[in-house]
């Protein structure tokens, strides 16, 4: 059993979930050996890793999607998980609307399904068809899917696949705001490298076994962390942390600091900025013209 973490509160929780020298063998082959980590309730923890470096095979066998040929997987009794996997199979040429899909895996109580989709922004999309959604709603939909039978363990795998920058700081700012609300645990893949969310308390970098792990800040200093990705990445390793004075709402319109809403930002509005960890610098952009790049290919969608 591994040792309690450390919660955001400095509180010693006992971990939701906890791998101990976990390894995954397929076909004669470890896809992941060594793996190590734990998740407490309140507590985000981010794997990072190349493409193939097993992040979604460690997050499955936290879970138990997948069985450790060896080690140890220890989950809190009763542990309620909701999981937002990295691809769906969704059959696009059937029309499917957001009520359906919350519903897809069960039964859901009405309350349970308006109060998670009010809680993703996106209530006002209930009978929609998910064909229609942007990128960022989409991934809302399935975050308000997976949030909806209120787990103790949220495990998102690339939560912001298909989203644009401004896309991208909204939903880090959903998944902070299901934390503090509900005090669950997170564990978040991350495919970009460079960006880890301010939030983050532990990101563990994996390269199909644990090259290192700790703050943010520290794993970019890491000599392994430099040896994988180089010198260049770790001095753009980012972390969000960012100030706006104004929030875009999922119906387009600005909530302003002074809790005003107007249909567009004011001219003078102060607009997110993206401050890198080491690098310094911010990143504004401007909102009518920005793109919200996603996949839309019929078949291919938000696989
Ligand atoms: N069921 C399986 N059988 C055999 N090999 C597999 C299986 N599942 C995954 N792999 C292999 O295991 C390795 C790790 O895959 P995994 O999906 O965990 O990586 P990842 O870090 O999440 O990658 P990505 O960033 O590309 O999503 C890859 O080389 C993949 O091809």
Known sequence: MLSPAKTPAGI????????????????????????????????????????????????KAAIGVLKPD??????K??????????????????????RRLMTLTGPLPECDMLSALESAGIAHMLDAEVQHLSGGEFQRALM?????????????????????FSGEIALYDL??????????????????LH?????????????????????????????EYVRLFGSRAAQTLAVYSHHHDHTHLPDGRVQHADGSVTDHCHPDDGHHAHEHGHAGHEHGHDHPDHAHPHAHEAGERHA
């Open 12 to 59: 010693r929780a006992e971990p939701l979930v906890s791998l101990e020298d976990v390894g995954i063998l397929r076909n004669g082959r470890w896809l992941v050996r060594g793996v190590d980590f734990s998740v407490s309730r309140g507590e985000i923890v981010t794997l990072i890793g190349p493409n193939g470096s097993g992040k979604s095979t460690s997050a």
């Open 70 to 75: 060896e080690g140890r997987v220890e989950r």
């Open 77 to 98: 009794a009763g542990l309620k998980v909701g999981y937002v996997p990295q691809k769906l199979t969704i059959d696009w040429t059937l029309p499917l609307s957001v």
């Open 144 to 164: 308000a899917r997976a949030i909806a039978r209120k787990p103790d363990l949220l495990v998102l795998d690339e939560p912001v696949q298909g989203v644009d």
């Open 175 to 192: 998944i902070k705001s299901i934390r503090n609300a509900t005090g669950c645990g997170i564990l978040l893949i991350s495919h970009d």
């Open 195 to 223: 960006v880890v969310m301010a939030e983050t308390d532990t990101v563990i970098c994996l390269n199909g076994h644990v090259c290192c792990r700790g703050t943010p800040e520290s794993v970019s200093r890491s000599p």
